[in-house]
């Protein structure tokens, strides 16, 4: 062994808790998808559902989603002003650690525009879901027939 094994072994020591805690500071993403679907489409748009889960212990961001059957991918937030019903493109949804967050009719939900064909119930749609930290994700949405909200 060379005379420098100890001065090295020193030097592992000394970075290993500089390690550990930066590895704990920010904690880790955990995101689990589940229960994804997507609505029939009536025209070239349709929409699709998902409740994201994040187990771990740093907070996480859904930053975009993707699939093959549609143009364009957006992830949008639905409400009501009176009677009036407003859509508006989100840059990204927060996962904080340890909570869930559902994309669902009403609220918020990833829209599928410029569809290259129908998609009809009994059909799954690929989708890709991409976060900060974790991420892509990929998951198969359902298809449920066109006024079928909810789970």
């Not at 072994?9 to 930066?22: D, E, N």
């Not at 994201?52 to 699939?67: F, H, P, Q, R």
């Not at 690929?126 to 298809?143: C, H, Q, S, W, Y």
Request: net charge negative; glycine share 12%.
């Amino acid at each position: 062994m060379s005379s420098s094994f100890p001065s090295r072994v020193h030097f592992l020591a000394l970075l290993f808790p500089l390690f550990i805690a930066a590895c704990s500071e920010g904690g880790t993403s955990e995101i689990s998808v589940s229960d994804a679907w997507a609505r029939e489409s009536a025209t070239r748009t349709s929409a699709a559902y998902v409740k994201i889960e994040n187990k771990g212990g740093a907070d996480d961001m859904l930053t975009g989603a993707m699939s093959p059957v549609a143009e364009t991918v957006e992830i949008h937030d639905m409400t009501m002003e009176g009677m009036v019903m407003k859509m508006r493109k989100l840059d990204g949804v927060p996962v904080k650690a340890g909570e869930t967050v559902e994309l669902a009719p009403g609220g918020k939900h990833i829209m599928l525009i410029g569809l290259h064909g129908p998609i009809e119930e009994g059909a799954s749609v690929p989708l890709t879901l991409v976060f900060e930290k974790a991420g892509r994700i990929e998951t198969e949405a359902p298809v449920r027939a066109a006024g079928q909200g909810g789970r």
